[in-house]
């Protein structure tokens, strides 16, 4: 598959693009709680993502826990997105859900309104968007959204060369 094909490419935050390193812990509390999942930033490290529409969609029910708050979620993701793309995209390219997992919204995926909003904000169509994910709720979500989808694992078989 050849990622250049994308006008847009969305990434979901844990288990994609970071790995939380407190045992039995599946997502970043605080700083210092995370490393970049390294074989995949080495992959995007290939690619020159300023020439590049990006985003992020995740889900952060820690928030509605009251495990951290907002301020402190977009903080930790952007962060995240520093260190994997060395820069920030618009603020409108970061949607995170903060509702509870048993809650119902439209934006906590499996539902697709997180990436139906960054899309919009881009002004692309689905077709030309992809997500990249970790999980089954997010393959589900970017059929909801009805873009393609990549499972991080299979990044190392993606082409970024034009």
């Not at 080495?42 to 889900?59: C, H, M, P, Q």
């Not at 402190?72 to 260190?83: A, E, K, P, T, Y």
């Not at 509702?99 to 030309?128: Q, T, Y």
Request: with cysteine; proline share 4%.
């Amino acid at each position: 598959m050849d990622l250049n094909r994308y006008e847009l490419v969305i990434f979901d935050a844990d288990g994609t693009l970071r790995e939380c390193t407190v045992e039995g812990q599946f997502y970043p509390l605080a700083q210092g709680e995370w490393v970049l999942k390294g074989d995949v930033c080495n992959v995007l490290s290939e690619y020159d993502w300023t020439s590049k529409k990006f985003g992020i969609a995740t889900n952060q029910p820690g928030i509605s826990r009251g495990e951290f708050t907002e301020e402190v979620s977009l903080q930790l993701l952007n962060d995240m997105v520093i260190g994997v793309f060395g820069f920030l995209p618009d603020k409108e390219a970061i949607q995170f859900c903060p509702h509870a997992i048993d809650g119902e919204c439209e934006c906590r995926k499996p539902a697709g309104g997180m990436l139906k909003r960054i899309i919009a904000h881009f002004g692309v169509e689905p077709a030309s968007t992809v997500f990249v994910g970790d999980r089954l709720k997010d393959k589900i979500a970017a059929e909801s959204a009805s873009c393609d989808f990549i499972w991080v694992h299979d990044l190392a078989n993606v082409s970024f060369k034009s």
